[in-house]
């Protein structure tokens, strides 16, 4: 078993900044590529980004290319999303998930691991 725990949400003005963490506990972590994804109310859960084992495959979704990134820590066990420019669209409550495989993937239905989210507000 992986457990995993989001923080660093809150609610932020349009153009702002914040980064989320995702803490992961249990069965390693450095072996798994990790992924954030995001379900806005009325919406289906998107990708947002993903990382592999080693940090050196990244892959965003469009929405978010070149505003956010994902990097991990595999020393203190932890994937991060720095988050920039954020608009009222990112709105969403954000979840963090582990693969069982160390290559990364967009593919919700890949990630057998999930937190419980954390939300993000972002305002006019």
């Known amino acids: 078993q992986v457990q995993l725990v989001e923080s660093g949400g809150g609610l932020v003005q349009a153009g702002g900044s914040l980064r989320l963490s995702c803490a992961a506990s249990?069965?390693?972590?450095?072996?798994?590529?990790m992924g954030w994804f995001r379900q806005a109310p009325g919406k289906e859960r998107e990708f947002v980004a993903t990382i592999s084992w080693s940090g050196s495959t990244t892959y965003y979704a469009d929405s978010v290319k070149g505003r956010f990134t994902i990097s991990r820590d595999n020393t203190k066990n932890t994937v991060y999303l720095q988050m920039g420019s954020l608009k009222p669209d990112d709105t969403a409550v954000y979840y963090c998930a582990a693969r069982t495989r160390q290559d990364a993937s967009r593919w919700y239905d890949e990630y057998g691991y999930w937190g419980q989210g954390t939300q993000v507000t972002v305002s006019a």
């Open positions: 249990g069965r390693t972590f450095s072996n798994r590529a």
